[in-house]
């Protein structure tokens, strides 16, 4: 439905980033301004599922393969209907 209306919707999986909700984690973080650029660029490139960091990229293959993807299309059909 959203879609005949020029709306699209991207899928952002980010992994730990370096925020102030994170910034007590010991733990590698992506810089936000990193997270940011690869979220908007993915956007512009009109990707469906976007993994915008390293650790986030490293589930992205398992995700696109696995059963969630094919699960969540099949509740996109039930969503696009009037």
């Known amino acids: 439905m959203l879609a005949r209306q020029g709306v699209g ?16 984690l010991d733990i590698p973080k992506t810089a936000r301004e990193s997270v940011a650029r690869a979220i908007l660029d993915g956007v512009e490139k009109d990707e469906e599922d976007i993994f915008p960091d390293p650790v986030a990229e490293a589930i992205a293959e398992n995700w696109r393969s696995g059963v969630t993807k094919p ?12």
Request: net charge negative; aromatic share 8%; proline share 7%.
């Open 9 to 24: 919707v991207h899928v952002v999986l980010a992994g730990p980033v370096d925020t102030d909700m994170s910034r007590d």
């Open 71 to 82: 699960l969540e299309r099949q509740f996109a059909v039930f969503a696009d209907q009037p």
